[in-house]
């Protein structure tokens, strides 16, 4: 499906981490006796650019993810993370 639309490819892309922020994770957000939050737990947000240069994506919809590759040593595996806006 993604190689079918605008910015599209099939397979895998290098991409390289641009940007990292640490947010608080809302569905862990808990309120104390005073109704006040409590950040109990923080998600990384990415920023990822493609190392080709080419900078035209296809747009994503709610609920999709990309799957990450990546090495450590000389073991290659896999993670799936879910797609965010900004």
Not at 25 to 30: E, G, K, L, R, Y
Not at 48 to 74: S, W
Request: aromatic residues 10%.
């Amino acid at each position: 499906e993604g190689g079918d639309q605008a910015g599209g490819w099939e397979g895998f892309r290098k991409f390289t981490i641009v940007d990292r922020v640490e947010e608080a994770d809302a569905n862990s957000m808990t309120t104390d006796s005073d109704d006040e939050l409590d950040e109990t737990e923080t998600k990384s947000v990415f920023t990822l650019e493609p190392v080709d240069g080419n900078k035209t994506l296809p747009a994503h919809k709610f609920g999709q993810y990309v799957c990450i590759r990546y090495q450590m040593g000389d073991v290659t595996t896999h993670r799936n993370y879910t797609l965010q806006s900004i």
